[in-house]
């Protein structure tokens, strides 16, 4: 084994707990969520992230929760064992792009409400309102196209996969 790897496997899993943080949430979550991304096996226990992260088991309980209330891991049991372990749900990339695509919704329906409020004001008054609308209007026609072009994308890899 490189020497570096366990550093740089360490590193990997700081530098997805700080992107969570970026994106509001819990860095503990996104550090679970990293280290899920290239644990073998796949599948870890509460004990085993709690080791693996150098993090408390009431911790790693709370943040399992919340991450399997967002759709990116769930919970499995394996035959003979009696304990839980996590792994990433299938299909968790979408499952976060569903996610913003109904934030952005709800910034361009503040946005609206907010123009609606400013109706009879001057145009130089809505302006950073009207950005603010306009941007995530546009963003809300087009992410669900790209989601279109993923998926079909993700079946043709698909196909192929099975073909050769």
């Given at each position: 084994m490189n020497p570096d790897q366990p550093f740089e496997r360490i590193h990997f899993v700081e530098e997805v707990g700080l992107m969570f943080e970026?994106?509001?949430l819990p860095r503990m979550s996104g550090r679970i969520f990293g280290w899920l991304l290239i644990a073998e096996p796949p599948y870890q226990s509460n004990t085993d992230l709690a080791e693996g992260l150098h993090a408390s088991?009431?911790?790693?309980?709370?943040?399992?929760?919340?991450?399997?209330?967002?759709?990116?891991?769930?919970?499995?049991?394996?035959?003979?064992e009696r304990r839980d372990?996590?792994?990433i749900k299938p299909h968790a990339w979408s499952q976060?792009?569903?996610?913003?695509?109904?934030?952005?919704?709800?910034?361009r329906q503040l946005a609206q409400r907010g123009?609606?409020?400013?109706?009879?004001?001057?145009?130089?008054?809505?302006?950073?309102l009207q950005e603010m609308h306009d941007i995530h209007a546009f963003l809300e026609k087009e992410l669900p196209l790209?989601?279109?072009?993923?998926?079909?994308?993700?079946?043709?890899?698909?196909?192929?996969?099975?073909?050769?």
């Amino acid at each position: 084994m490189n020497p570096d790897q366990p550093f740089e496997r360490i590193h990997f899993v700081e530098e997805v707990g700080l992107m969570f943080e970026l994106a509001g949430l819990p860095r503990m979550s996104g550090r679970i969520f990293g280290w899920l991304l290239i644990a073998e096996p796949p599948y870890q226990s509460n004990t085993d992230l709690a080791e693996g992260l150098h993090a408390s088991k009431g911790s790693i309980s709370t943040m399992t929760r919340m991450l399997i209330q967002l759709g990116l891991i769930e919970r499995v049991s394996l035959p003979t064992e009696r304990r839980d372990y996590f792994q990433i749900k299938p299909h968790a990339w979408s499952q976060m792009t569903r996610q913003r695509m109904a934030q952005i919704t709800a910034f361009r329906q503040l946005a609206q409400r907010g123009l609606d409020m400013l109706a009879t004001e001057p145009p130089h008054i809505k302006r950073r309102l009207q950005e603010m609308h306009d941007i995530h209007a546009f963003l809300e026609k087009e992410l669900p196209l790209l989601d279109e072009r993923w998926k079909e994308e993700q079946a043709k890899q698909q196909f192929q996969g099975n073909v050769e």
